[in-house]
């Protein structure tokens, strides 16, 4: 169990991404945070700093100078600083110039041609989770659908056996949600993920196959082979960043739509719009902030920024910044100009946003097809994940017939 | 009206060659390039501007004939 957070007394001073307000709705905390200060601060976590301008998170997923990227979930310790630059989990918590050998390696099996080959599969297993839930009048959006499609779709790519799913969600909810358990409890759980990736590294070195995971077996940077702690560090990354925050994209999706009929009402009239209401979702509920640890002490935006300070990234704060965006604070699903921040900014864009936009499109596609009336079931009981990826996890939807 | 994409800046997010596929293409990692010489064909200037204003690193340039 994760130790009960410390009430917040004033997000400007003291924020706490896993405080209870943030978690049920970030938004009117970021617009007040918006009016007060352009950076906020907390001595929580060891100290942390959080912009929530587009462009001072624009300006600091730029600058690999003095922003390292070693970690970039907050906990309560931080890697040494010898990891860098591959970090425990390349290419994402790499810094250049290693990140970009690791980044290019892993790029073409992430290419919107790559990932349309996986799009019937996908659509099939959608397909499949929408007949288990026929002839109910309440499920749960997130617990029943979303969060199975990312999971199937990642272990097929890796080669891992579908049984494992369970497992995969549990790791998932340890290394991420878990930041707040006892170091020791933590750092056992992080164990088992790796002890589980070196038996399917193993495996696949016994038995070589056509996936991801002999894929990075086999591939090579610089002229010679990954070592094996950067082949299991990119399978974690590969595993973990997948899978919350495409269920969460999703979940939200869903959750808006039930919430307003006027949005699934069009979206079932005219599936053509779908790719860019995807996208005005996307920046409305972007599910990731990601984070930095400053390298050396520096002043930043008039910040006394010190050595080993954390900073996140809130692309949920830079997608609603009205400097950038018309309306910021309303869903538009047919916004023409959107040049949203979802998917990061800079050299570190998500590795699997043609994926994450493929699942998405063909979730909804194929839940509206099925379900073109829903409606929350019970709005208090919405449960969102705390933390840096933020989405339903319980998502209790009326069926309409 | 001629495109083109400021490699130094595209990160490969894709909303060019979503947007305007008949003016960009994704290369072989998903980085956006110009179909052609990039030139703008008569009805296309649209689907241009769309790409531009939706490139989230501002790496589609556009350059108005003169």
Redesign the interface.
């Given at each position: 169990m994760s130790e009960a957070v410390r009430p917040v007394a004033d997000y400007a001073t003291d924020f706490d991404h896993h405080g209870a307000e943030w978690v049920a709705d970030p938004y009117p905390i970021i617009e007040d945070l918006r009016r007060r200060c352009p950076v906020a601060r907390t001595e929580r976590y060891g100290g942390a700093w959080m912009p929530v301008r587009h462009e001072d998170v624009a300006a600091i997923a730029y600058d690999t100078e003095r922003f390292s990227s070693r970690t970039v979930v907050v906990g309560h310790t931080r890697p040494p600083r010898d990891i860098a630059p591959v970090g425990v989990a390349p290419p994402i918590s790499s810094d250049p110039p290693f990140h970009h050998g690791a980044r290019?390696v892993l790029?073409?099996a992430?290419?919107?041609?790559a990932i349309a080959k996986l799009e019937p599969g996908t659509r099939a297993f959608c397909e499949e989770l929408l007949d288990r839930l026929e002839g109910r009048d309440v499920v749960d959006g997130a617990a029943e659908f979303a969060q199975h499609i990312p999971v199937r779709v990642i272990a097929d790519m890796l080669g891992f056996p579908q049984e494992d799913a369970d497992l995969f969600r549990g790791f998932v909810h340890d290394v991420l949600e878990g930041v707040n358990d006892p170091l020791e409890e933590r750092f056992e759980k992080v164990q088992a993920l790796f002890a589980y990736l070196e038996a399917q590294v193993q495996d696949h070195v016994t038995n070589p196959r056509d996936d991801l995971t002999s894929y990075l077996l086999e591939a090579e940077m610089d002229g010679e082979r990954l070592t094996p702690r950067h082949v299991v560090g990119t399978m974690a990354l590969l595993l973990l960043a997948g899978i919350d925050t495409t269920w969460s994209a999703i979940g939200a999706s869903l959750w808006h739509l039930a919430r307003t009929p006027a949005d699934r009402e069009r979206l079932v009239a005219e599936p053509e719009l779908l790719?860019t209401a995807i996208?005005e979702l996307l920046r409305a509920y972007a599910p990731v902030t990601m984070a930095r640890l400053v390298k050396e002490d520096t002043t930043w935006n008039g910040c006394e920024m010190r050595a080993d300070d954390w900073v996140l990234l809130s692309f949920p704060a830079a997608n609603r910044d009205p400097e950038v965006f018309e309306d910021a604070d309303r869903v538009v699903i047919d916004r023409?100009?959107?040049?949203?921040?979802a998917?990061g900014?800079?050299?570190h864009?998500c590795l699997g946003?043609?994926l994450a936009r493929m699942e998405l499109r063909v979730a909804l596609e194929t839940w509206l097809a099925r379900f073109p009336d829903f409606s929350l079931a019970d709005p208090d009981a919405v449960v969102w994940s705390p933390g840096q990826v933020r989405g339903p996890r319980r998502l209790p939807l009326a069926v309409h017939r | 009206m001629r495109v083109r994409v400021d490699r130094d800046r595209c990160q490969g997010h894709g909303r060019c060659y979503s947007l305007a596929p008949e003016l960009f293409e994704p290369d072989e990692v998903g980085d956006g390039v110009v179909v052609g010489d990039g030139v703008v064909a008569p009805g296309q200037e649209e689907a241009a501007r769309r790409a531009a204003l939706n490139c989230p690193e501002q790496a589609v340039v556009i350059e108005e004939d003169a």
């Open positions: 290019r790029l073409p992430f290419s919107p041609q790719p996208e023409e100009v959107n040049r949203h921040a998917f900014l800079g050299p864009r946003s043609h | -």
